[in-house]
């Protein structure tokens, strides 16, 4: 049987935090005299926390004191994960679970490529770190996606080289990113948002009968 690194995000991916993430968010721009919209937020999906912030106050033309910057970190993570406590496997997006015990069951490896640094302890909340082969997250990561350090990690600590992987993503950084490595690019989410992915479905429900063995005999387009 052929194997490919299978390299799934996080976020709007695996778990249904997409959501939290934006309400923090906009809590905290609000807080600050900044508004923005849903469109806005598909730029900072995928992005550092760090990033995001700054994203923002750019939106808003706003500066902050070092301090005040790192305050408002604290604060979003801190809402972040207040919302993340009533997590449960409800939240696990619909046929991600299945698919990966499918890839189990045909010892393909897995790997987690996320820039969130709650990656860790989520997936444990949820019951399916066991699941993951190999784990790299914003703890591990010196450049953010669109940058493929995170990918290129991943399938690197897996023993694959990048154009055997096949990394699943929602955001446009992240499909960018797994592009950019030569990777395989699925995404999750609105083709209309997501059209530099090689494929795009609304969720993994959506995917044909035996798509991971046609995943497989893919490659790069
Ligand atoms: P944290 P992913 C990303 O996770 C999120 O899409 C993004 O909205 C968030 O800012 C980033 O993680 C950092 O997350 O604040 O938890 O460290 O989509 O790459 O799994
Ligand atoms: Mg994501």
Redesign the pocket.
């Known amino acids: 049987m052929n194997k490919k690194a299978f390299i799934f995000?996080?976020?709007?991916?695996v778990v249904d935090t997409?959501k939290f993430?934006f309400v923090a968010w906009q809590r905290l721009a609000a807080g600050i005299g900044i508004d923005f919209t849903h469109e806005e937020n598909e730029q900072?999906?995928?992005?550092?926390?760090v990033d995001?912030l700054k994203k923002i106050l750019q939106w808003g033309n706003k500066t902050l004191s070092p301090e005040e910057f790192e305050k408002k970190l604290v604060q979003?993570?801190t809402e972040?994960l207040t919302m993340v406590e009533s997590l449960t496997v409800a939240d696990i997006l619909p046929g991600v679970h299945d698919f990966l015990l499918q890839l189990k069951e045909l010892e393909q490896p897995i790997a987690l490529g996320?820039?969130?640094?709650?990656?860790r302890p989520i997936l444990k909340k949820l019951g399916i770190y066991d699941l993951f082969d190999v784990i790299v997250d914003?703890t591990n990561v010196t450049k953010a996606?669109p940058d493929p350090e995170v990918f290129l990690n991943a399938c690197d600590q897996l023993g694959y080289v990048a154009s055997q992987s096949i990394v699943f993503e929602?955001?446009v950084a992240?499909v960018q990113a797994a592009n950019a490595a030569s990777m395989i690019s699925i995404g999750l989410g609105d083709p209309k948002i997501l059209h530099e992915a090689d494929e795009v479905f609304d969720a993994f429900t959506s995917m044909p009968e035996n798509y991971i063995h046609s995943l497989l005999k893919k490659h790069k387009s």
């Open positions: 995000d996080l976020d709007g991916v997409a993430h900072l999906k995928g992005v550092s926390r995001s979003k993570n972040y996320s820039a969130s640094k709650n990656a914003g996606k929602d955001s992240g």
